[in-house]
């Protein structure tokens, strides 16, 4: 199976991404920096490689996604950047923290990757993935969400007559 050959600029931006977190973890690790050893000792357990610029397109990318994970780099940004399509502003931090918690006290794991909060987004606000929601759609699909999770909550307790 062949790989396709990564841009520089991808291959730049993943190397940048990963040398933000190896600082954080490791102080200067530049050639012949304090942390230069251990952060090579720690690239090699993690990948089998001492230098970051020798990993492949996917060890770069599963490096960032565990370097991530662990808090070391900040996620991706949530939804799109600017303004949508049809000129409306992207919703607010707060929205998106909303949909989240939302999704999760629905028992979505994925938060606002959920295969489930897409279908929902999709039915509710008619765009096909939360990164393209607006204000206003985040609105709608927040309201629709409490709704739902109030459903739940007084179905489990026994007090509604509610479908979920």
Do not use: C
């Not at 399509?85 to 929205?95: N, V, Y």
């Not at 489930?116 to 993935?129: E, G, I, M, P, Y």
């Not at 699909?141 to 307790?157: A, K, P, S, Y």
């Amino acid at each position: 199976m062949s790989n396709p050959k990564t841009s520089p600029q991808r291959r730049n931006s993943d190397l940048a991404m990963i040398h933000i977190g190896v600082k954080r973890l490791f102080g200067d690790v530049s050639k012949g920096g304090d942390g230069r050893e251990a952060y090579e000792d720690w690239l090699e357990r993690h990948t089998g490689k001492r230098s970051a610029g020798k990993l492949s397109t996917g060890q770069r990318i599963d490096l960032i996604k565990m370097m991530r994970k662990d808090g070391l780099i900040p996620d991706r940004s949530i939804g799109g950047k600017g303004p949508t399509a049809s000129g409306e502003e992207r919703p607010t931090s707060s929205q998106w923290a909303k949909i989240a918690a939302l999704g999760r006290a629905m028992g979505w794991a994925q938060g606002l990757e959920d295969e489930r909060l897409r279908s929902f987004v999709q039915r509710t606000a008619k765009v096909s993935s939360t990164k393209f929601l607006s204000r206003t759609q985040a609105s709608k699909v927040i309201m629709g969400l409490e709704v739902w999770v109030d459903e739940r909550q007084d179905t489990n307790e026994g007090g509604g007559n509610a479908v979920s």
